[in-house]
């Protein structure tokens, strides 16, 4: 990763998009932290500046599920800055955990807006700000359980399936500009997103978080949920010259959980 390099972040304000906004500010990158509240963006690029003095950290408010947010926010983007390196895809939610005969429409279209949706506008509109044949690529967070369907989450899972499909289809596409699209598909994932979806799903299932929680990381081979550093180190390696040969890949970082 070269000190010139613009990042585009989106989900910048939380949880895993602090890590990985604090991983390309570490490796010397300019980030252009995006989310849809602008008084936590103000604040996490003043902490950021303040904690990466010198290094380019900008705000910008968008919704990514909002046609109108996303192009106004790619307009603002051509104005701070001549291009963008890499986009990092990050912004997601989790499902309230439902059964689908009593899953509402409004719960699949909340889900399917921000973690199938947003990808799409975001990738449809800083396309265009993206140089050829320069080392740009695009990086977006799916999920193993987009590799398969678990009970309770059919809008998240088809959601992240679908992640993993979008990034396929625009490696294909891109390829002749050199620009690479590629995937990380976490596992459990030590977050605050993480515990409410294990809160959630004991609820549906009339257990307690810790006996969800057990029956979940018992099905990790490494016996816990990840630290969310490791998935900022597989995003930035996926962004990095390191590779350059991988294209329209899903690196699965789930702690060697095998699918269904």
């Given at each position: 990763m070269t000190d010139d390099r613009v990042v585009l972040l989106t989900g910048a304000a939380g949880g895993m998009g602090r890590v990985i906004a604090r991983s390309y500010l570490d490796a010397g990158c300019s980030v252009i932290l995006a989310d849809l509240s602008a008084d936590a963006l103000d604040a996490l690029a003043a902490e950021l500046s303040d904690v990466y003095p010198g290094r380019s950290v900008w705000?910008?408010?968008?919704?990514?599920?909002?046609?109108?947010?996303?192009?106004?926010?790619?307009?603002?983007?051509r104005d701070l800055v001549p291009r963008v390196d890499v986009l990092a895809l990050i912004a997601g939610v989790v499902q309230d955990a439902a059964p689908v005969a009593s899953l509402s429409v409004e719960e699949w279209d909340r889900v399917h807006g921000v973690n199938l949706r947003g990808p799409f506008l975001a990738a449809r509109s800083f396309i265009p700000l993206m140089p050829k044949h320069a080392g740009a690529s695009i990086v977006a967070i799916a999920s193993w359980w987009g590799r398969s369907g678990h009970p309770f989450y059919a809008a998240y899972c088809t959601s992240k399936a679908g992640v993993i499909s979008l990034v396929q289809c625009l490696a294909a596409e891109l390829a002749p500009d050199g620009i690479r699209a590629n995937a990380v598909s976490p596992g459990n994932i030590d977050t605050s997103m993480h515990r409410a979806a294990l809160e959630s799903e004991a609820a549906e299932r009339g257990i307690s978080f810790e006996e969800m929680k057990a029956i979940e990381w018992?099905?990790?081979?490494?016996?816990?949920?990840?630290?969310?550093?490791?998935?900022?180190?597989?995003?930035?390696?996926?962004?990095?010259?390191?590779?350059?040969?991988?294209?329209?890949a899903t690196l699965d970082v789930n702690g060697g959980v095998q699918f269904n």
């Open positions: 705000a910008l408010p968008m919704d990514t599920s909002s046609v109108e947010s996303v192009e106004a926010a790619a307009q603002r983007t018992a099905k990790i081979p490494l016996g816990i949920a990840g630290p969310p550093q490791s998935i900022a180190d597989a995003v930035m390696f996926l962004s990095s010259d390191k590779s350059s040969y991988i294209t329209g």
